[in-house]
Nanobody, 124 residues
Framework: QVQLVESGGGLAQAGGSLRLSCVAS????????MGWFRQAPGKERVFVAA????????DYLDSVKGRFTISRDNAKNTVYLQMNSLKPEDTAVYYC?????????????????WGQGALVTVSS
């Protein structure tokens, strides 16, 4: 099982950019599909993006398509979320998660590990 640690959150202005990183411990990172989720204040946690174990397949929440990009570097045990053209409604705590089956990431199913979360605040 992997342990996940996010970094890169912070404050950005609307229209700005931030990049989140999620570093995994352990030797099996490349066997996991990875996802990013977010939870805004007073709301449920929702899916944002997913990437298959080899990086060939990606999936996005409709409202972030064209603005956010998920990628991974298996040599560095790291998954990234590049967030461009940020909007105030992107304000949330962002969590990375690891799962064995890529199609289930979007559904939040069979997730084996979560990171501690990284706060992203976008000002208008």
């Amino acid at each position: 099982q992997v342990q996940l640690v996010e970094s890169g959150g912070g404050l950005a202005q609307a229209g700005g950019s931030l990049r989140l990183s999620c570093v995994a411990s352990g030797r099996t990172f490349s066997s996991y599909a990875m996802g990013w989720f977010r939870q805004a204040p007073g709301k449920e946690r929702v899916f944002v993006a997913a990437i298959s174990w080899g990086g060939r397949n990606t999936d996005y929440l409709d409202s972030v398509k064209g603005r956010f990009t998920i990628s991974r570097d298996n040599a560095k045990n790291t998954v990234y979320l590049q967030m461009n053209s940020l909007k105030p409604e992107d304000t949330a705590v962002y969590y990375c998660a690891a799962g064995r089956t890529y199609p289930n990431i979007r559904l939040g199913e069979y997730l084996e590990q979560w990171g501690q979360g990284a706060l992203v605040t976008v000002s208008s």
